[in-house]
């Protein structure tokens, strides 16, 4: 019976929020329409956190919102201005109410309940196939015969759902190989968010048809710089099917991002000021920029950047984020904004990935697994011994700027997969945690004084939430941050 009057509620609350996002489109051209609704909006999430709610993070927003010149008040109402009316109402609704508002107060609760990490996001591979071989790619070291089922994939967003989650990326090989599956998945859930990690090369006219039909599908296409610097790693035409795809996409008012591995020979193109206004103009609004990792046995490590071209990618994100910047478009950068999400989000702490052959993996970096979604369910998954010594690990360092297990505090990885007896999971080139994490030993070693000397040159504010056991809240972080102001918006909730 509470399942039913759950069912209700949340049918209900669902309508309500569409009732005030349909209000918000049909007066786009009211500025103080806009307003009104985007208070409201803050109104409702303070009354459906209730003593969850973060109050002075609720009215920072209400200042922001009632300030005309406010930049990123005004980025939202751009990309509302562009993107196709029912894609923007199927995105808000799946991502605003379902994922951040319902999604993270079911999961938080769910968090206490199992005792385990519960993800906010969850990543899978439809299929190990690609029609590219870029160069050191990890994903190929999967081999090309593996692929997920329609009914695994909806196992992972059935079961997920129930869990709270309702966001759902896809990577590969390349995703779009199963463009009539993914379809029909997204067809069935409607009622959640699926953003693609796509080459491009596969994206056309008719598919974006169905993308503005169903609404619930986004991309983040991979560029990298200039066409030199990114064909010289992803093969000649690669950069041309980019722009070919962005302008499909802009044209049909779809929201995209980027994906940009950075490298020790592209990231200078990949952050050039005159790059990041090329992929805005062309109608890119967010990023998510990867530190190369040397994962796999055909990894090329003399490509991970330098620890002086790290410190600086930490400058440069922070500074396109600020208020000094007018380039309309958001960066996230998975290494180095550990501060905003706390640390490692791995291991189900905020998202975990299933590979193609269905092993749940802790992070899509890191190649170990006990677990696989024909055997298991996906809370079994993260309960299952490597998933939880990475909740029982987390946060892997005070400094936010060394989170990963691998790449910044290797020793931890070689540890926490011997105690759990979890083994590799690449089917073509199997690589053992040793010959992994002796890559990363020098540069963990090289980075680690600078991350240090950053660090506590800076001051840090302590979350009011924080998703690690008990025992990390009281004794670990409380050393690691001081309270002061924020200086600038993160890029990610602490979900």
Same mark, same amino acid.
């Given at each position: 019976?509470?399942?039913?009057?759950?069912?209700?509620?949340?049918?209900?609350?669902? *309508?309500?929020?569409?009732?005030?996002?349909?209000?918000?489109?049909?007066?786009?051209?009211?500025?103080?329409?806009?307003?009104?609704?985007?208070?409201?909006?803050?109104?409702?999430?303070?009354?459906?956190?209730?003593?969850?709610?973060?109050?002075?993070?609720?009215?920072?927003?209400?200042?922001? /919102?009632?300030?005309?010149?406010?930049?990123?008040?005004?980025?939202?109402?751009?990309?509302?201005?562009?993107?196709?009316?029912?894609?923007?109402?199927?995105?808000?609704?799946?991502?605003?109410?379902?994922?951040?508002?319902?999604?993270?107060?079911?999961?938080?609760?769910?968090?206490?309940?199992?005792?385990?990490? /519960?993800?906010?996001?969850?990543?899978?591979?439809?299929?190990?196939?690609?029609?590219?071989?870029?160069?050191?790619?990890?994903?190929?070291?999967?081999?090309?015969?593996?692929?997920?089922?329609?009914?695994?994939?909806?196992?992972?967003?059935? *079961?997920?759902?129930?869990?709270?989650?309702?966001?759902?990326?896809?990577?590969?090989?390349?995703?779009?190989?199963?463009?009539?599956?993914?379809?029909?998945?997204?067809?069935?859930?409607?009622?959640?968010?699926?953003?693609?990690?796509?080459?491009?090369?596969?994206?056309?006219?008719?598919?974006?048809? #169905?993308?503005?039909?169903?609404?619930?599908?986004?991309?983040?296409?991979?560029?990298?710089?200039?066409?030199?610097?990114?064909?010289?790693?992803? @093969?000649?035409?690669?950069?041309?099917?980019?722009?070919?795809?962005?302008?499909?996409?802009?044209?049909?008012?779809?929201?995209?991002?980027?994906?940009?591995?950075?490298?020790?020979?592209?990231?200078?193109?990949?952050?050039? #000021?005159?790059?990041?206004?090329?992929?805005?103009?062309?109608?890119?609004?967010?990023?998510?920029?990867?530190?190369?990792?040397?994962?796999?046995?055909?990894?090329?490590?003399?490509?991970?950047?330098?620890?002086? *071209?790290?410190?600086?990618?930490?400058?440069?994100?922070?500074?396109?984020?600020?208020?000094?910047?007018?380039?309309?478009?958001?960066?996230?950068?998975?290494?180095?904004?550990?501060?905003?999400?706390?640390?490692?989000?791995?291991?189900?702490?905020?998202?975990?990935?299933?590979?193609?052959?269905?092993?749940? #993996?802790?992070?899509?970096?890191?190649?170990? !697994?006990?677990?696989?979604?024909?055997?298991?369910?996906?809370?079994?998954?993260?309960? !299952?011994?490597?998933?939880?010594?990475?909740?029982?690990?987390?946060?892997?360092?005070?400094?936010?700027?060394?989170?990963?297990?691998?790449?910044?505090?290797?020793?931890?990885?070689?540890?926490?997969?011997?105690?759990? @007896?979890?083994?590799?999971?690449?089917?073509?080139?199997?690589?053992?945690?040793?010959?992994?994490?002796?890559?990363?030993?020098?540069?963990?070693?090289?980075?680690?004084?600078?991350?240090?000397? /950053?660090?506590?040159?800076?001051?840090?504010?302590?979350?009011?939430?924080?998703?690690?056991?008990?025992?990390?809240?009281?004794?670990?972080?409380?050393?690691?941050?001081?309270?002061?102001?924020?200086? *600038?918006?993160?890029?990610?909730?602490?979900?």
């Amino acid at each position: 019976m509470s399942s039913v009057v759950e069912n209700i509620s949340h049918a209900a609350q669902r *309508q309500a929020f569409g009732l005030m996002i349909d209000g918000l489109l049909k007066h786009l051209d009211k500025a103080d329409d806009r307003t009104a609704t985007y208070l409201k909006i803050a109104d409702e999430a303070e009354k459906f956190y209730g003593k969850g709610a973060d109050k002075a993070a609720i009215d920072k927003a209400r200042k922001a /919102i009632q300030d005309p010149n406010n930049r990123w008040v005004k980025f939202i109402n751009r990309v509302l201005d562009e993107t196709n009316p029912h894609v923007a109402k199927t995105m808000l609704l799946n991502l605003g109410y379902e994922a951040f508002f319902r999604g993270t107060k079911t999961i938080r609760a769910n968090r206490e309940k199992y005792n385990c990490n /519960i993800p906010w996001l969850i990543l899978f591979d439809p299929t190990s196939a690609c029609n590219m071989h870029c160069k050191g790619c990890w994903s190929g070291t999967y081999g090309h015969k593996s692929m997920l089922s329609f009914d695994d994939m909806d196992k992972i967003v059935t *079961q997920g759902k129930e869990l709270g989650v309702y966001l759902y990326m896809m990577t590969g090989g390349e995703p779009m190989v199963r463009k009539a599956d993914i379809i029909k998945l997204a067809e069935k859930h409607n009622d959640v968010e699926f953003a693609l990690y796509s080459n491009s090369t596969l994206i056309d006219e008719e598919f974006c048809k #169905e993308l503005v039909r169903l609404g619930n599908i986004t991309f983040q296409l991979s560029i990298e710089g200039t066409p030199e610097t990114n064909d010289f790693r992803r @093969g000649e035409g690669h950069y041309a099917a980019v722009m070919k795809a962005m302008d499909l996409l802009k044209k049909y008012g779809i929201v995209f991002g980027t994906s940009i591995c950075y490298t020790r020979e592209n990231i200078e193109a990949v952050t050039d #000021e005159k790059f990041l206004r090329m992929i805005a103009d062309k109608g890119a609004r967010y990023g998510f920029f990867f530190h190369y990792m040397p994962v796999g046995n055909n990894a090329v490590p003399e490509l991970m950047p330098t620890v002086e *071209q790290r410190r600086k990618m930490v400058d440069k994100i922070r500074y396109v984020r600020s208020d000094k910047c007018d380039i309309g478009f958001y960066p996230m950068d998975f290494q180095n904004d550990g501060e905003f999400v706390g640390g490692c989000i791995a291991g189900g702490r905020n998202y975990f990935h299933i590979n193609a052959h269905g092993d749940a #993996e802790p992070c899509v970096f890191i190649h170990y !697994s006990n677990t696989n979604i024909h055997d298991n369910s996906i809370l079994e998954m993260l309960q !299952s011994p490597l998933f939880m010594e990475y909740h029982k690990g987390q946060p892997f360092n005070r400094n936010h700027l060394r989170p990963c297990p691998m790449l910044e505090n290797p020793q931890l990885l070689r540890e926490m997969v011997a105690r759990s @007896g979890a083994h590799g999971t690449n089917e073509e080139s199997e690589e053992s945690v040793e010959h992994l994490c002796e890559k990363c030993d020098a540069y963990a070693k090289e980075w680690a004084p600078v991350a240090d000397e /950053i660090w506590k040159s800076e001051t840090h504010k302590k979350p009011k939430y924080e998703n690690y056991i008990k025992e990390k809240r009281d004794n670990d972080t409380l050393a690691a941050f001081e309270h002061v102001p924020e200086k *600038q918006p993160g890029n990610a909730v602490n979900q």
